[in-house]
């Protein structure tokens, strides 16, 4: 098991135990973490589970593929950090990960 944190919108924290291989999204919608809505369910098809990585996980999480490139396009207050979590695989690697949840989806 790894550790996750989602950080809500309005400063709740979420400390959650996720399986290697699951991603972001799935755990954040499994929990009931306001704010990720996730409507095309994990399919890159939307942007209602964007997140802002912390900065001190930029690295390791890394930059978002085309696809998912595409899709921040339609997401909300865009920034540097921002991800969707659905593309984001838990790993060892990524073991205490710490993302934040934008004010609103797209």
């Known amino acids: 098991m790894t550790k996750l944190s989602i ?3 309005d400063g709740t924290r979420h ?3 996720v399986q290697t291989g699951s991603t972001v999204m799935e755990n954040a919608v499994r929990n009931s973490v306001p704010g990720i809505e996730a409507e095309c369910g994990g399919a890159c098809a939307c942007a209602t589970c964007h997140v802002y990585i912390d900065e001190a996980w930029t690295a390791a999480v890394g930059a978002p593929e085309a696809m998912e490139e595409d899709m921040l396009d339609f997401a909300y207050d865009v920034r540097p950090t921002s991800r969707l979590s659905c593309q984001i695989k838990m790993s060892d690697a990524l073991d205490g ?3 934040h949840v934008p004010e609103r989806q797209a």
Do not use: G, P, W
Request: without cysteine; aromatic residues 12%; glycine residues 0%.
């Open 7 to 9: 950080i809500a919108f």
């Open 15 to 17: 400390e959650l135990d």
């Open 97 to 99: 990960l710490i993302v």
